[in-house]
């Protein structure tokens, strides 16, 4: 089976299913529709791409060992247990069908038969008369039994050939419905046309778009896929487009032939930047700590000497950092980011930091000549490393555009919000929400615990009920099992609830679910916790 020009991803098992009425066929190769088991996503799927789930279902499972593949083998196994039940009901519906239909037409050939009888004894008593009744037999007695009712019923049906009836939707043909997963966005770039009336083009199917406005991809055979392929204009005026997901791609993207820079090597950038090299992206790296660019450089990566220096030799150079104050020193700082920019230059902001800190940014970088946009991201370590993150982007349009394929090489998602400012607010609200769930999930834990209850069945109960997540399930197994590597810095989600409290402040809006929550995350941080993941919260409350 196939895998791609990189063959990094294995295969993925999925269903072809009847598209959207309103949802053209893309022209060029002949491609199916497909929904992928495990991930509730759609795409068109070349031909060629499809293969059997029987035939290669063992390779598939020793090339991919992970929790949501084997979830998704596992629905697919349900699938056809059920599809068997039915085929079998279906066989024998089929067989009394058949039986009655072979009955129903033996009748109307005894009733054909007795109608010729009729009418030649009708035609011996008219054999006197005009021959206008010897047609009027004639024509009742071809109208009733030249053709079986089931017969009639069927040349009348306005089903055309070779469409499938209305009750085959979503028909499945489980032996040509593997299809293949390799890198994560792997398309052509794509613009974006100036007015939201304008219908969507052939769009991305491999990464998730929700934009100001509506997106097209002339260099893609694919049509944008939205949420049962429905554009959705909020009262703001902004529509979301939303894409098949990257996990289903086909091929690889087409890389800027702009020059990258990337400043921050740490848990994410780590990941991005890895990304960014797989996808064959030219990329410049430096890092506060140099010895961390070193495996980067030997993935084929420049080396930047300063910020500056990295600024002035790339075209867009993006940044990771950890705190507002971090991402301040980078661009004002000695031989920092403002240092390197001229007119054209772009820089592209990656870290969560405040609205504020973002704004000032952006007025220097903008002062200078330069371009700039905020993306924020969010997710973790293993998200950055499997190019799965979610990117929200504010600021400069265009330059959004330039940097399409960086951001398929390094997410499955990206939000256009607007004006500076908007992606850094939307970024602390996200990180509000999760980090007070996680300390909700510690407290949950420590409570089963101290009333004699069974922690494990309890994350076996939430698995089962509608908080089920991979998060939960994650950070559930890291108390578990005490392992609190860091996956997402402790030190780094109070930062952000600390911002996010900030944030309701500016607009006199109460915030006491995270205020809490970040008082528990700071007794964690007094128990020396401040380096390990956001699970280790759990900590505070056994202490």
């Known amino acids: 089976m196939s895998r791609g020009k990189l063959g990094r991803y294995p295969p993925w098992p999925g269903k072809i299913v009847n598209p959207p009425k309103d949802l053209k066929k893309p022209r060029g190769k002949k491609c199916f529709f497909v929904k992928f088991f495990g991930t509730e996503d ?3 799927i070349k031909v060629e791409q499809l293969k059997p789930y029987h035939q290669h279902k063992e390779e598939m499972i020793k090339i991919n060992k992970g929790k949501r593949f084997q979830q998704a083998v596992d629905a697919v196994e349900e699938f056809l247990r059920k599809t068997k039940g039915k085929d079998q009901a279906s066989s024998h519906n089929s067989s009394e069908e058949k039986n009655r239909r072979n009955s129903s037409e033996e009748r109307g050939k005894q009733s054909a038969g007795e109608e010729k ?22 024509s009742v007695s071809s109208e009733r039994g030249s053709k079986s009712p089931l017969k009639r019923a069927q040349d009348q049906s306005p089903r055309k050939r070779g469409r499938p009836p209305k009750d085959e939707k979503d028909l499945t043909i489980p032996e040509s419905s593997t299809v293949k997963r390799v890198m994560t966005g792997t398309v052509a770039g794509f613009k974006w046309p100036p007015s939201v009336s304008e219908p969507v083009k052939d769009s991305d199917p491999h990464f998730h778009h929700f934009l100001l406005s509506q997106t097209e991809k002339p260099t893609v055979c694919y049509q944008a896929i939205t949420k049962k392929l429905k554009v959705c204009e909020e009262e703001t005026g902004s529509t979301s487009i939303q894409a098949a997901d990257s996990t289903a791609v086909n091929g690889s993207i087409t890389p800027t032939d702009k020059k990258i820079g990337f400043l921050g090597l740490g848990l994410m950038g780590s990941g991005i930047v890895s ?31 300063t910020p500056a220096e990295v600024v002035s030799t790339c075209d867009i150079t993006f940044a990771c950092v950890s705190d507002p104050k ?19 230059k772009c820089y592209v902001d990656m870290s969560t930091v405040d609205a504020d800190t973002v704004t000032e940014l952006a007025q220097v970088i903008v002062s200078r000549g330069g371009r700039f946009l905020e993306a924020p991201v969010s997710g973790n ?33 990206s939000f256009f919000l607007g004006e500076v400012g908007n992606a850094a607010k939307m970024m602390l609200i996200v990180n509000m929400v999760q980090g007070s769930f996680m300390a909700t999930i510690a407290e949950g834990l420590t409570l089963a615990q101290v009333t004699g209850q069974s922690q494990q069945t309890l994350l076996d109960i939430l ?7 991979i998060f939960l399930d994650q950070k559930c197994q890291n108390i578990l099992q005490g392992n609190f590597k860091p996956d997402f810095y402790l030190k780094y989600i109070q930062k952000d609830l600390r911002l996010a409290i900030a944030l309701g402040d500016s607009v006199n809006h109460p915030t006491p679910m995270a205020a809490a929550a970040n008082e528990v995350y700071k007794r964690a941080k007094a128990l020396d916790q401040s380096d390990n993941d956001m699970s280790a919260v759990y900590r505070a409350y056994i202490h």
């Not at 009729?118 to 004639?138: D, N, P």
């Not at 797989?278 to 080396?303: P, S, Y």
């Open 42 to 44: 759609h795409a068109w």
């Open 463 to 469: 698995n089962q009920g509608q908080l089920a997540s």
């Open 275 to 305: 990304n960014l090299l797989k996808m064959g992206h030219t990329v410049t790296v430096w890092n506060r700590t140099a010895e961390k660019c070193d495996l980067f450089i030997q993935e084929g990566a420049r080396l930047g000497r």
């Open 117 to 138: 009888r009729k009418a030649s004894l009708s035609e011996g008593k008219l054999k006197k008369g005009t021959g206008e009744g010897k047609k009027r037999v004639s």
């Open 381 to 413: 370590q293993q998200l950055s490393n499997d190019g799965m993150l979610v990117i929200l982007a504010a600021g400069d349009r265009g330059l959004y555009e330039d940097c399409s394929s960086c951001f398929q090489a390094m997410g499955k998602t």
């Open 326 to 344: 971090a991402a301040k020193d980078l661009v004002l700082g000695p031989s920092g980011v403002l240092q390197g920019i001229r007119p054209g």
